[in-house]
Structures are given as C-alpha cells and as structure tokens.
C-alpha cells in the first residue's frame, strides 16, 4: 500500500488507507489483471508436438512462479510473478502480477494493459524418452516440469516454447537444430495397435533406415516400418556382423601361425649364426644366450658384428710348426730364438718345463 500511496490526491492522502478511492481502483486493477493461456493441450507448436497438460509438473513452479522477459533466464529479466496457476479443460492458465518498481516490467505491464502484448511462452525441462508419436505423425509430450512462463511478442514463431535439459547440474536451453535432433531418434509407435487392430509400427530416422539397409525400400518412413520388417532387417545385420567376426577370426589365427613360422625360423638361422661363431673361436660359448637374442631381434647386426671379430689363434700350432728359416722341433736355445717373438710367448706359456730345459742346457 506504500506503492500506491504515492499516487493518491492530497485529499486522499490524508485519509486511512482503507478509504482511499485512489488506492481501491489500483487494487482493483491489479486483481483484474486478465489470464494468460500457458498451455492448450491441443495445438500444436512450430516444432510438431503438443504438450500433454496432466504430464506438467507444476510444483516447483508454484513455489517461485517466476514470470520472464523472452525466455531470459537472469535477474536483470524477472519482470513479475504468476498467481492462479490453474487446468481448466485443455487449458493451463495463470494471471501475471508485475513489478511495477521495475521500469521494464512497468513498460511491459502498460503493453498487456493496453493489449498490445497478448501471448505468454512456457519453459519446460523435459527428456526426450517423454517424447511420443502420434497417429498422425506428429509428436506429444506426455511428461515435463514447468520452470518459468515468459511475456513473448510472437506466440506463433518457434519461441512460443522454449524446451530445457539438465546437464552437469544446471539447465540449459536447447536450440532448435538440438530439439530437432531429439525428434529424430526411434520412437515406438503405440497408438497404431491401441487405435487400429494392425501390426505395431516403428518410426525410424533416416540413418537408422540406412544402417539397416531399409532405406530404398521404405518409401514413406513418416508411416513407420513394420515390426516383422525390422526384426528381418536386425536378423540379416546381426548375420552379417556375426559372418564377419568368424572371418576376423580365422584371419587373426592365420597371420599367429605366419608370425610363429617366421619366428622360428629366425630362431634357427640365429642358432647356426652364434653357433659357427663359437665354433670358428670368435666367441666364447658361455655368451652364447645374448648372442642368441641379439640374432633373433636383428640379424644383420648380429652377422656384421660376428663377421668383424677376429678368429681365435691356435697357438700349441704355431709352436708345433717350425718358424720360417728353422726345421724341426725347439730343441736348442738357438732353436728357441730362431721363432717370432709370439711364437715364443706362447712356447713359454704352454711348455714352461721344456723352456726351463732349454735355459738348463745353455
């Protein structure tokens, strides 16, 4: 009443509030306030479906009956609230109670007065399960929540309902490429068998029709695919994935028993490898296992590498062999200095007892 004080005639306004006639014709404007149409159960929207008024949760909505500017969902755009929130046949409907302390929901508050705005938008959280098609085609929403009612200055455009989902905890609008999507999906279509005593028809989307190889067959897919024709279809693909993992299968097996071929072969060519080497003297046999790995994993290194290493020298054959310029076997010291300078290293080292003669007999 401190509000409406404001405007009374100094006459007015030194009377009690009960008996101001200034205050009692506001009052009774703002009760008068006509309703708004939320919902007509059957009208269609721009984007084909109806919305089912008995599957509209209100609850939460009558608590905080937020009413918005075009669907905006912030602060700066609560323009009033939303009083006798009732069904009233096929109809939903609410009568708005505007800020008049805000400057835009006082402009918006003189368009509805005047009737220069006349169309509200619903703002539902729905899921696309609750989506149903129906008989003719088009799509009814059989469960959603009401979370806000916007003033709109366009009912018949496609933000006449604007359709939220819940992601990561908070409510995001859908765009209309987004609602279109979730229209698109495969939907069983009930009513066929409630309403006519025929076969139960799907409703498939496009790239479902093509998945299934159905899509040069099914000439009208708005009319839906038989259930028998889409069991057929399923079979024939699950056939065809089945054909092919055996396939899969017996390629797999084969190229294991090419790579089990291939490694024992390697494995024997590293053996004769490693193997010669020891025997020419090149290697010791006792390394014999990391040469062996090193041939499996490379061949070529491995054969480089052994080729390189020079053989082991048979010394017992060089002292046994007389050295160029001598005859016989070391029997002299004078024998003994005619050999090579190695050749009496290793006399020394493989004969100390007959060195030890030689020295004796000097």
């Known amino acids: 009443m401190k509000y409406l004080r404001k405007v009374c005639t100094p006459f007015c306004q030194r009377l009690k509030p009960a008996l101001c006639l200034c205050s009692r014709a506001i009052i009774q404007k703002v009760s008068m306030s006509k309703s708004f149409i939320f919902n007509d159960e059957n009208v269609?929207?721009?984007?084909?479906?109806?919305?089912?008024?008995?599957?509209?949760?209100?609850?939460?909505?009558?608590?905080?009956?937020?009413?918005?500017?075009?669907?905006?969902?912030?602060?700066?755009?609560v323009i009033g609230r939303w009083e006798d929130v009732a069904l009233s046949d096929a109809h939903l409907t609410g009568r708005p109670v505007f800020d008049l302390e805000d400057e835009r929901a006082k402009k918006i508050s003189g368009k509805v007065d005047r009737n220069f705005l006349k169309a509200c938008s619903m703002g539902l959280l729905f899921n696309p399960e609750h989506m149903q098609r129906e008989p003719n085609g088009k799509w009814l929403l059989t469960q959603c929540e009401l979370l806000e009612v916007s003033i709109v200055a366009i009912p018949s455009n496609a933000s006449a309902i604007r359709l939220y989902v819940e992601k990561d905890g908070d409510y995001q609008v859908l765009s209309e490429d987004e609602i279109k999507?979730?229209?698109?999906?495969?939907?069983?279509?009930?009513?066929?068998?409630?309403?006519?005593?025929?076969?139960?028809?799907?409703?498939?989307?496009?790239?479902?029709?093509?998945?299934?190889?159905?899509?040069?067959?099914?000439?009208?897919?708005?009319?839906?695919?038989?259930?028998?024709?889409?069991?057929?279809?399923?079979?024939?693909?699950?056939?065809?994935?089945?054909?092919?993992?055996?396939?899969?299968?017996?390629?797999?097996?084969?190229?294991?028993?090419?790579?089990?071929?291939?490694?024992?072969?390697?494995?024997?060519?590293?053996?004769?490898?490693?193997?010669?080497?020891?025997?020419?003297?090149?290697?010791?046999?006792?390394?014999k296992a990391d040469w062996l790995k090193l041939a499996t994993d490379n061949e070529a290194l491995a054969t480089s590498t052994l080729a390189a290493l020079p053989a082991k020298t048979n010394l017992?054959?060089?002292?046994?062999?007389?050295?160029?310029?001598?005859?016989?076997?070391?029997?002299?010291?004078?024998?003994?200095?005619?050999?090579?300078?190695?050749?009496?290293?290793?006399?020394?080292?493989?004969?100390?007892e007959a060195y030890a003669e030689l020295v004796a007999g000097m």
């Not at 084969?254 to 072969?265: C, G, I």
């Open 44 to 77: 269609y929207n721009t984007y084909g479906f109806r919305t089912a008024n008995s599957g509209i949760a209100l609850s939460r909505f009558k608590e905080n009956p937020v009413m918005l500017d075009g669907h905006w969902a912030d602060t700066q755009n």
């Open 316 to 352: 017992s054959g060089q002292v046994n062999n007389p050295a160029p310029g001598t005859t016989g076997e070391v029997k002299t010291m004078e024998d003994f200095q005619k050999l090579s300078l190695s050749a009496q290293k290793s006399f020394k080292a493989e004969k100390p």
């Open 181 to 287: 999507l979730c229209l698109s999906g495969i939907h069983v279509d009930t009513n066929f068998s409630k309403q006519e005593n025929t076969m139960k028809k799907i409703i498939l989307s496009v790239a479902s029709l093509v998945a299934l190889g159905l899509d040069k067959s099914i000439t009208n897919p708005s009319e839906g695919v038989d259930e028998n024709v889409l069991n057929n279809a399923i079979g024939d693909l699950k056939s065809k994935l089945d054909n092919s993992e055996q396939q899969l299968s017996a390629a797999n097996l084969a190229l294991k028993s090419l790579k089990d071929a291939a490694l024992e072969q390697k494995k024997l060519a590293a053996e004769k490898i490693v193997d010669d080497a020891i025997n020419a003297g090149k290697i010791d046999a006792t390394a």
